[in-house]
């Protein structure tokens, strides 16, 4: 039994090993510019291993996808918790969106290219499609809860407030790859914060509008 373990422990061991060098090389040469060569070196296995552990790059990007989800969910659901208002958890949790987007610019470029990928595959496209929709069903509930909480609603379902929030969120990251000073993180944040605010019966953020990040600021740090 504990032979039998320890093979077990070995075998996740290396598949984690696996999807952190595979997160690395995606993100630094893109889906299609990635192999399973380079991918396998940088894990420090052969490629046997990964063949071992997945049945080409497609999986192994999938399971790039899934720990990143988890990871992602993680901290949304910490920052959730932060404050102790609707307008400051709120707040919190997009914060933490559009940072975690500015702390790691290259993750969704390759998420984008992967997904044009599996567009034209329709067994890859629903797969990805069905993991998408599992994200924005977490996002979903954690709005809703925090709803819930302040007594707050929203004036149209709040699985496409979810949807919304995250394609803006991926808008503004492509845009970035043209012009990386052009989505401030500020104006980005107030953005994303006006939308789902907007959303609400309430209708805004306190602070949100009162504050906004000045115009001059913003020409001033693309200067």
């Known amino acids: 039994m504990r032979q039998r ?3 077990q422990d070995g075998k996740e ?3 984690s090993d696996l999807v952190a060098a595979a997160r690395e090389v995606f993100m630094r040469r893109g889906f299609h510019g990635a192999s399973l060569e380079e991918i396998s070196d940088q894990a420090g296995y052969t490629k046997g291993a990964v063949y071992s552990n997945f049945s080409g790059k497609d999986e192994l990007f999938l399971a790039v996808l899934d720990d990143h989800a988890a990871g992602r969910a993680r901290a949304y659901g910490e920052a959730s918790t932060e404050a102790s208002t609707f307008d400051g958890s709120l707040r919190a949790v997009v ?3 559009t940072g975690g987007a500015q702390a790691d610019p290259r993750w969704v470029p390759a998420l984008v290219e992967f997904w044009s990928h599996a567009s034209r595959d329709e067994a890859l496209r629903r797969d990805v499609s069905a993991r998408h929709e599992r994200n924005l069903d977490f996002i979903a509930s954690l709005l809703r809860d925090l709803a819930a909480r302040h007594g707050v609603s929203f004036r149209i379902p709040v699985s496409e407030v979810a949807r919304g929030a995250s394609a803006h969120r991926t ?3 492509l845009e970035r ?15 994303t914060l006006g939308f789902i605010a907007g959303m609400t019966s309430q209708g805004s953020l306190e602070g949100a509008a009162a504050a906004p990040t000045p ?3 913003i020409e001033a740090r693309r200067a």
């Open 5 to 7: 373990l320890s093979r």
């Open 13 to 15: 061991r290396t598949r």
């Open 95 to 97: 914060r933490e969106i």
């Open 171 to 173: 808008g503004m990251e």
């Open 177 to 191: 790859l043209l012009d990386p000073d052009g989505a401030d993180p500020a104006t980005f944040e107030e953005m």
């Open 215 to 217: 115009a001059s600021d």
